[in-house]
């Protein structure tokens, strides 16, 4: 019954290498989310999308980029990894246009990146 | 900047007790309001959503919303250690917007 699938439950990576989180969700929704989640920071939005090849930053978006070719799949890329994008990365998507007031988020398990 | 304000715990109550958790939001045009809860290890789930002033109640849980004072919380009624995880408050703006998250409270029910 898992409606939003995050690849990798656990990376470890290289400072400098490119990473590459893959999220993929079967409830045909028309948006997808990225955040990263650090204790004391909460979760903050890296980026986002509101339908296919369409991308939008969020908070923090600097040091990432995202691929969006299919409407159930959602790419998250850090082009050379770095220690402080060591984090708990959480892939979330929801129906409804972007002005929607409803917008529930249904999260991915996460995946717990370390760059060493 | 819009910022969503919570008590980061650990709340403490015992088991059968009412828990109070509360939410304060910077943005007057918030509309939508949300309460996830997330399992130390898991990702949030949904657990109450509210759109209007007032009260709405779903089981054991009870949602506040009182746009003047800027103000959302959630009420666990009868509180079960299987309640003891992070809740997230979530407001979200009318329009082109995303959700904004606060930091959660960590509720701990004790036996």
């Known amino acids: 019954d898992v409606k939003v699938t995050q690849s990798s439950r656990y990376l470890v990576k290289r400072t400098g290498e490119k990473v590459f989180l893959e999220c993929v969700q079967d409830m045909d929704h028309e948006n997808m989310f990225w955040y990263r989640q650090d204790p004391g920071l909460g979760l903050r939005l890296i980026y986002f999308?509101?339908?296919?090849?369409?991308?939008e930053k969020g908070d923090i978006p600097e040091g990432y980029s995202v691929s969006r070719e299919k409407k159930e799949r959602f790419s998250l890329i850090l082009e050379s990894a770095s220690t402080n994008q060591t984090s708990m990365y959480l892939c979330?998507?929801?129906?409804?246009?972007?002005?929607?007031?409803?917008?529930?988020?249904?999260f991915g398990a996460g995946s717990r990146l370390t760059v060493l | 900047q819009k910022e969503v304000e919570q008590n980061s715990g650990p709340l403490s109550v015992p088991e059968g007790a009412i828990a109070s958790l509360n939410c304060t939001y910077s943005?007057?045009?918030?509309?939508?309001f949300f309460w996830y809860r997330q399992y130390s290890g898991k990702s949030p789930e949904l657990i109450m959503s509210?759109?209007?002033?007032g009260d709405k109640e779903d089981g054991r849980f009870t949602a506040q919303l009182n746009k003047a004072s800027q103000y959302v919380s959630l009420l666990i009624r009868d509180s079960q250690p299987s309640d003891s995880a992070t809740y997230l408050c979530?407001?979200?703006?009318?329009?082109?917007?995303?959700?904004?998250f606060g930091k959660g409270t960590m509720l701990l029910v004790s036996p």
């Open positions: 979530a407001v979200k703006r009318g329009g082109y917007s995303t959700l904004t």
């Open positions: 509210i759109y209007s002033n």
């Open positions: 979330a998507s929801s129906s409804g246009g972007p002005n929607s007031g409803a917008n529930v988020l249904t």
């Open positions: 943005d007057r045009v918030s509309q939508s």
């Open positions: 999308s509101y339908d296919v090849k369409m991308k």
